[in-house]
T-cell receptor, first 110, second 118 residues
Framework: RKEVEQDPGPFNVPEGATVAFNCTYS??????FFWYRQDCRKEPKLLMS???SGNEDGRFTAQLNRASQYISLLIRDSKLSDSATYLC???????????FGKGTMLLVSP | DGGITQSPKYLFRKEGQNVTLSCEQN?????MYWYRQDPGQGLRLIYY???????QKGDIAEGYSVSREKKESFPLTVTSAQKNPTAFYLC?????????????????FGPGTRLTVT
């Protein structure tokens, strides 16, 4: 099983739609979880951390399910500018490095 | 403005030449990292350093070398031993210790260097 697995997409949605991505991770001892956004040929940028209780930042909601070892990202009222690749990122226990998924591509059309 | 800078943005080299990629940060972060990204692939860790004068190999360290003589700087050398050096190279940094609160381990990236070796 891959350490961090994501559906590569692309997810094609119209403006205003709600879209959700899931990501599964294999290490049950993982401690920290993040979503990053990466635009074409650019560096990844932190979108949000994912907390056990779930968290929301404007149109973006992240959830963590430790029992099933997956995290999710929900984007409401999609904008054209949301078109990007969304990377699921997981950190193991103690001080450990981050493991990046390959990303899910989102394309929002007018 | 605080941030991470990488130079140059694009780099072209002939096969058999060593090349050094620059990474500088003024975020006062303890840890720095080097990743490579290939088309359709996730980020893969090459080397990382949690403190000055110390660094550890990541998942794909063969053919690369690093140094960490200053907190702000973490240059990466791509040697002629690296079999497939053409890639997008990303440098990142993070805080390891945060007094009074738990570290978050979030990493912040520089703009990257696209290396092409022919």
């Amino acid at each position: 099983r891959k350490e961090v697995e994501q559906d590569p997409g692309p997810f094609n949605v119209p403006e205003g739609a709600t879209v959700a991505f899931n990501c599964t991770y294999s290490n049950s001892a993982s401690q920290s979880f993040f979503w990053y956004r990466q635009d074409c040929r650019k560096e990844p940028k932190l979108l949000m951390s994912v907390y056990s209780s779930g968290n929301e930042d404007g149109r973006f909601t992240a959830q963590l399910n430790r029992a099933s070892q997956y995290i999710s990202l929900l984007i409401r009222d999609s904008k054209l500018s949301d078109s990007a690749t969304y990377l699921c990122v997981v950190r193991g226990s103690g001080y450990s490095t981050l493991t990046f998924g390959k990303g899910t591509m989102l394309l929002v059309s007018p | 403005d605080g941030g991470i800078t990488q130079s140059p943005k694009y780099l072209f080299r002939k096969e058999g030449q060593n090349v050094t990629l620059s990474c500088e940060q003024n975020l006062n972060h303890d840890a720095m990292y080097w990743y490579r990204q290939d088309p359709g692939q996730g980020l893969r860790l090459i080397y990382y350093s949690q403190i000055v004068n110390d660094f550890q190999k990541g998942d794909i360290a063969e053919g690369y070398s690093v140094s960490r003589e200053k907190k702000e700087s973490f240059p990466l050398t791509v040697t002629s031993a690296q079999k497939n050096p053409t890639a997008f190279y990303l440098c990142a940094s993070s805080m390891v210790r945060a007094s009074g609160r738990l570290p978050s381990y979030e990493q912040y990236f520089g703009p990257g260097t696209r290396l092409t070796v022919t």
